[in-house]
C-alpha cells in the first residue's frame, strides 16, 4: 500500500538480522501454513502505509549491516544510508502475530508528531523520521570507541532519549509477543490458528 500521508517515503523495513541462537534455527525460515516467517512480515509490510519493503540482514537480496553485531539499529541506520527514505517504520521477524493495523498506527502517530513512535515497553515495531539528528547518533555511536571495544551497539532507549519518542499504549498484548525460543514460537503459532 502506498503512503498515504502527504506522500511522504515511509519505507517498511524488514529486520532479519539477529543469529537465533536461542531457537536454533534461522527465524526467517520458521514458516506458517507454508509461508516462511521472511515471506509473511514482507506480505505484513506491503499491507501497511509505506512506499516500499527492503529487508535488513545478512541474506541474499538484503541490506547488509554496516556494523555487523550491532543489533536491530544497525541493520535500520544501515538501510536508511542505502536507501534515504524520509521515515522508516522497522518490524523484527519474529513477531508473527502483528497486524496492518498495529503498524500503520504507528505510522499514523509518528508522522501526526514528527517523532518516532512505538507502543510502551516495546522497542519494536518501531516508526522513526529521517533526520540529521537519528543519523549522526547513530553514526556516533557505532563509530565511538566504546563500540570498537565491546562490540555493543546502542539500545532503543538510548537512541529515543536521544530523537524524542510518542508512545502508543500497547495493543492487546498478544500482538507483540516476540519469538526467541521454540516454545515461543509454537505458542504464537498456535495463537494464531485459533484466530478467526
Known sequence: ???????????GVLLNGGQSRRMR????????DGLTNVDRVHALLSQ???????????QEDSIADLYPQGGPLSGILSVILAKRPAAIVAVPIDMPLLTPKAINALIKQGLAHQKACCYESYSLP???????LLIDTLTG???????QQDGKG????YLMSKIGCCYLPAVGSHELINTNTPQEWDNAVRCLEQRP
Not at 501497511?48 to 545478512?58: A, F, K, M
Not at 518501531?126 to 540529521?132: M, N, S, Y
Not at 546502542?154 to 532507549?157: E, G, L
Open 154 to 157: 546502542p539500545s532503543f532507549r
Open 126 to 132: 518501531v516508526f522513526i523520521p529521517v533526520t540529521d
Open 48 to 58: 501497511c502505509q509505506v512506499t516500499e519493503v527492503i529487508t535488513s540482514g545478512q
Open 1 to 11: 500500500m502506498k503512503s498515504e500521508s502527504n506522500n511522504i517515503n515511509v519505507l
Open 141 to 147: 555511536e557505532f563509530e565511538s570507541e566504546r563500540y
Open 25 to 32: 534455527t534461522d527465524k526467517g525460515m520458521l514458516s506458517i
